[in-house]
């Protein structure tokens, strides 16, 4: 054989090699692929068994206090599922809306309840106004404050009980 030959032998058995490695390679990623999604179906299916157990043990108030926590959970599954499965059972979209809105209301009470006690807290430390302290008003014209007897400085002047100059 000469060398161009040996050469173009050598060349088939690299592409022949290279073409079964890129047929492992996409062997290998469907196979991680597969396995990447069971392990997220199992870690859905341990978070689903363990809100079932908790589930079962709280009270209806309990529950409702744990909504937010539990909605947690459930946006986990759904984003580990995927919606397009989660759509095939109405069941769990019923109680994951059911638990979207308990724990809405209590996030709404909670922070209520904080702007209530931040508002309680404000007006305790909040300075106490000055007294604001008021000349009585003339009795004639009622606008300005009184200086001589009960007449403010014009009307005194007006009427006489003011007979010189600025004070």
Do not use: W
């Amino acid at each position: 054989m000469t060398d161009k030959k040996k050469m173009r032998l050598v060349q088939v058995e690299l592409a022949e090699a290279r073409r079964k490695r890129e047929e492992v390679d996409e062997e290998m990623q469907r196979l991680l692929f597969k396995i990447n999604t069971i392990d997220k179906y199992e870690e859905a299916l341990a978070i689903m068994n363990g809100l079932h157990n908790v589930g079962k043990k709280l009270t209806t108030e309990e529950l409702v206090y744990a909504s937010p926590v539990l909605t947690m959970y459930m946006n986990r599954i759904r984003s580990l599922v995927g919606d397009d499965k989660i759509a095939s059972h109405p069941e769990f979209v019923a109680l994951a809306k059911m638990l979207q809105a308990a724990a809405n209301a209590v996030n709404q009470a909670e922070s209520e309840y904080n702007r209530q006690e931040r508002l309680t807290k404000r007006r305790k430390l909040a300075p106490v106004p000055p007294l604001e302290m008021e000349a009585p008003l003339c009795e004639r014209c009622k606008k300005r404050p009184r200086k001589f007897d009960n007449l403010c400085g014009r009307c005194a002047e007006e009427t006489g009980v003011r007979t010189h100059g600025k004070v």
